[in-house]
């Protein structure tokens, strides 16, 4: 074996063992013990989960703290949270969540049946709107009828194993068949790609939307619904036994309790506040 495999097998070794190590505890040893780790790996989303100044900040943040916080005055249990790893590729994240044992996945995973196969929920901590946004000179249109005439020449470009594929999909399918479809890594970098090409549009959460609004992108979100919101919540395996405390604290009480709503206008805006349902 030449110097060249050697080192590509010491990597590939390594890699594994950083892998491997994205881990914490069972809730079971939490209970047992009194304390313990959860281990959580996160993709970006603004406003939702984000490094600010190196560390992670947003909404799923301040819930992470109320769960820690709920679990310590209602089970007498303390847990420190552990952020071990964060994946800026979505489907990466979704398939490092499943494959770690007692690992909680943070971002915006909108909960479907699929994904249930294969992955375990906690209950949803929001519902998100999802939206059709372009370049902000991109002509209004709306309905979906007439897409393919507003929009000649657009290509379409959506987040790779995000729920999007099936309303762009639709879209081809019913309304534009010659649609060309291609696939970016995250919404960040679509909405960059989109503020430097104005023939590209995309399906992205609302959350991600009022991202681009703050950070002042060229964008426009299109006049078309999508039906009902999406339920957002956070992944893990299906071997971790998590979502049994999960269950008793992601409840309607606490999405209607002040604390949450205030988590919500600090984080995402009074706009996104109004929409909440």
């Not at 952020?83 to 494959?99: A, D, H, I, R, W």
């Not at 992205?204 to 339920?231: M, S, Y």
Request: a positive charge; glycine letters at 6%; one cysteine or more.
């Amino acid at each position: 074996m030449n110097k060249k495999h050697v080192l590509l097998s010491i990597l590939v070794g390594l890699a594994y063992q950083l892998s491997a190590q994205k881990t914490g505890d069972s809730w079971a040893t939490v209970k047992a013990n009194g304390s313990g780790s959860l281990a959580i790996v996160y993709y970006e989303q603004a406003g939702l989960i984000q490094d600010v100044n190196g560390k992670p900040e947003g909404l799923c943040v301040e819930i992470l703290k109320d769960f820690v916080d709920f679990v310590q005055a209602k089970h007498n249990k303390k847990i420190s949270l552990q952020y071990v790893g964060k994946e800026p590729v979505f489907t990466n994240f979704l398939s490092t969540t499943q494959k770690s044992t007692y690992v909680l996945g943070v971002t915006n995973v909108t909960i479907t049946d699929e994904r249930k196969k294969i992955l375990k929920f906690t209950p949803p901590f929001i519902s998100n709107p999802v939206v059709l946004l372009t370049h902000k000179e991109a002509p209004a249109v709306t309905s979906f009828a007439e897409l393919s005439k507003k929009l000649e020449g657009y290509t379409a470009e959506i987040i790779e194993g995000s729920t999007h594929l099936k309303y762009i999909n639709k879209i081809k399918k019913e309304n534009w068949p010659s649609l060309t479809i291609t696939y970016g890594p995250s919404g960040q970098e679509i909405l960059k790609k989109i503020a430097t090409n104005p023939k590209i549009f995309t399906i992205l959460d609302f959350t991600e939307f009022v991202d681009a609004n703050r950070k002042r992108l060229p964008t426009k979100k299109q006049n078309l619904e999508f039906g009902d919101p999406e339920q957002l919540a956070f992944i893990m395996s299906k071997q971790s036994d998590w979502d049994e405390i999960w269950k008793l604290f992601m409840t309607d009480e606490y999405r209607k309790s002040p604390k949450y709503r205030k988590n919500i206008s600090d984080n995402l805006g009074m706009a996104f506040l109004s929409i909440l349902k």
